[in-house]
């Protein structure tokens, strides 16, 4: 299978970072062709001009050219980033508007203008999100109602046509101690054999 990860996180030495070096070795060990975009490594540059909107744009920025191509040819999502103020980081969300693209990742049915429900069109059919937090789970659900969760969910992959979704939390990172990041590797690791067995 191809996967496309997806980590947005500019400190290298992150439990984003040991995420992605733990499902790195996972897929490859599956057998697993794989793709990572490190988006802030790579300078992505997240602002969505006009000139991009139109579906029938032709995308001549080189870099947004392959984030597009890896992205319509991959048979699984990863998405790494931590939680920041309820949403993805902005180089993440600018990824997001300029990436899912009209006519790559959804489209409108024939007589529809653009005010109903968009038809899905990514070829992967299953998507992981991991995500680090300094929130506690209760207040994250009962305050917040865990905004993430509709955003990657319901959102972006749901609409996009990808329905195999499962999204994991990691907590509390700020005070969380090395035998807790080990088992929390261990946990990211399991998901990913269970999500993306070997080929």
């Known amino acids: 299978m191809n996967i496309v990860i997806v980590l947005a ?16 070795g996972k897929l490859n060990e599956n ?20 000139e991009e909107i139109p579906k029938k744009t032709i995308i001549t920025d080189p870099m947004l050219l392959k984030h597009c191509n890896d992205l319509a040819q991959a048979d699984g999502i990863i998405i ?22 009209p006519g790559l990742a959804y489209e409108f049915i024939d ?5 109903g429900v968009p038809l899905g069109l990514l070829k ?7 995500n680090t937090s300094n929130t506690h789970k209760e207040r994250e659900n009962n305050i917040f109602k865990d905004p993430l969760e509709t955003i990657w969910k319901n959102c972006i992959f749901d609409l996009c046509g990808v329905k195999d979704f499962y ?5 509390i990172i700020v005070t969380s101690t090395p035998e807790q990041r080990n088992e929390w ?6 998901i ?3 999500k993306f067995p070997c080929s």
């Open 31 to 50: 057998k697993h062709s794989v793709c990572l975009h490190d988006l802030y490594q790579e300078k992505f540059n997240p602002i969505l001009y006009k």
């Open 185 to 190: 590797l261990g946990e990211v690791a399991t």
């Open 167 to 171: 999204r994991q939390m990691f907590r």
């Open 124 to 130: 992967a059919k299953t998507a992981v999100v991991f």
């Open 80 to 101: 790494i980033h931590p939680n920041w103020w309820g949403q993805p980081p902005a180089i993440l969300t600018g990824w997001i508007d300029r990436v899912l693209r």
């Open 192 to 194: 990913i054999d269970q």
């Open 111 to 115: 007589g529809d203008n653009g005010e």
């Open 9 to 24: 996180n500019p400190d290298s030495k992150s439990f984003c970072y040991a995420i992605v070096s733990e499902v790195l």
